[in-house]
């Protein structure tokens, strides 16, 4: 009985979830309700509020996954450049768009759900309460990718670099390709972003690695 209600939880969760990304990326943050996810979900309001106090709680739900598994994977990644397993620059700057493509896999939607707020599209229509929450888990993850590459400096495997800026251009390209990438691929058909994003980190690697 008890696992037929845990597994029950976790569909209305998704369906309430799928329900309010649809809602979230066509009318926006601000053009959705409660009330509209609850019927796109074909469910009572009631039940939607029994599982997320707030649409802000709701939004929220569907970043912080994401964000906290790429947060795992750059503490695996920050590990690994520690314990020498990369080699050379090149090899640690292809890691690092790894792990980027690994929490693009993990929950792709909910990566473009971060990419919306960053833009700033939803980042005006939250509370400051919420904004904070997210940001704050950003900050975590962008900490870590700094920690790693003042470490490949200290390992003379990089130029002595700008670690912020680096991490933030790096995260940049990537969000900035998997976006064109997936605009070009609705109107083609044609999937060229592994491609797109491994020639694009090793000529930013020829670039910033010591030759």
Same mark, same amino acid.
């Given at each position: 009985?008890k696992?037929?209600r845990?597994k029950e939880?976790?569909?209305?969760?998704?369906?309430?979830?799928?329900?309010?990304?649809?809602?979230?990326f066509s009318?926006g943050l601000? /053009?959705?309700?409660?009330e509209s996810?609850?019927k796109?979900a074909?469910?009572?309001? &009631?039940?939607?509020?029994?599982y997320?106090?707030?649409k802000e709680?709701?939004y929220i739900?569907?970043?912080?996954?994401v964000?906290?598994e790429? &947060?795992?994977?750059?503490?695996?990644?920050?590990?690994?450049v520690n314990?020498?397993k990369?080699?050379t620059c090149?090899e640690v700057?292809? &890691?690092?768009?790894?792990?980027?493509?690994?929490?693009?896999?993990?929950?792709?939607?909910g990566?473009?759900?971060v @990419?919306s707020f960053?833009q /700033?599209?939803h980042?005006?229509?939250?509370?400051?309460a919420?904004?904070?929450?997210i940001?704050?888990r950003?900050?975590?993850n962008f @900490?870590?990718?700094?920690?790693?590459?003042s470490?490949?400096?200290?390992?003379?495997?990089f130029k002595?670099? @700008?670690?912020i800026?680096l991490?933030d251009a790096?995260?940049?390209?990537?969000v900035g390709i998997?976006?064109?990438?997936?605009?070009k691929?609705?109107?083609?058909g044609k999937n060229?972003?592994y491609e797109t994003l491994?020639y694009?980190?090793r000529?930013?690697?020829? /670039?910033?690695?010591?030759s």
């Open positions: 009985m696992k037929s845990v939880k976790h569909i209305r969760i998704n369906e309430i979830q799928a329900a309010a990304r649809e809602l979230f009318k601000k /053009g959705t309700t409660m996810i609850a796109k074909r469910l009572s309001k &009631g039940t939607v509020y029994f997320f106090k707030s709680d709701l739900s569907m970043m912080m996954p964000l906290e790429l &947060g795992r994977q750059l503490l695996k990644f920050e590990k690994d314990e020498l990369y080699e090149q700057i292809i &890691g690092l768009k790894d792990v980027f493509l690994l929490a693009y896999q993990y929950d792709t939607d990566l473009r759900i @990419n960053q /700033g599209e980042f005006l229509e939250v509370s400051e919420t904004s904070e929450k940001s704050h950003a900050r975590v @900490n870590v990718m700094r920690r790693t590459f470490r490949a400096i200290e390992l003379g495997m002595d670099l @700008n670690v800026k991490s790096l995260w940049a390209l990537f998997i976006q064109l990438e997936e605009s691929f609705r109107s083609t060229h972003l491994k694009s980190f000529m930013i690697s020829d /670039g910033i690695c010591k």
